[in-house]
């Protein structure tokens, strides 16, 4: 689980999708190249579990001990019961940005160690709305 506020939500391929950028070197990108399912969750301003999944690697904490999260296993993912909304999204592309790509110079300049984002589109396949 990572803190993410980079995306978008609209339409792809007549389905109701999201978009992500994620680094490479972030460890959540190792689950969503190997996975075909990710969740999006929101927890409004809980600014406590944002700062953890926002500074923290899973690499070296656990995340769900830390926030005190409870993990629900449902719909090939898994998600937090604490979430007020939940997207569980099928990935249906995974690509890295390329160099060659960019329009605008200054863009290149956001990637001083090459460490471009990966573009992940995923549909929308099920949403969960705490009332």
């Known amino acids: 689980m990572m803190t993410a506020s980079w995306g978008f939500i609209g339409e792809m391929w007549s389905k109701d999708s999201v978009v992500i950028a994620v680094r490479p070197q972030r460890y959540t990108m190792d689950f969503l190249k190997s996975e075909d399912y990710f969740t999006l969750s929101f927890y409004g301003d809980r600014r406590d579990i944002h700062a953890v999944c926002g500074k ?76």
Request: charged fraction near 35%; proline fraction near 4%.
């Open 56 to 131: 923290e690697s899973g690499r070296d904490v656990n995340k769900t001990e830390r926030t005190g999260l409870t993990p629900v296993f449902s719909d090939n993912s898994v998600f937090f019961e604490e979430a007020r909304l939940v997207l569980v999204c099928k990935k249906r592309y995974c690509n890295r940005l390329s160099p060659e790509a960019f329009t605008e110079g200054d863009c290149k300049e956001l990637y001083p160690a090459d460490d471009r984002h990966f573009m992940i589109i995923g549909e929308i396949v099920k949403t969960y709305v705490k009332e």
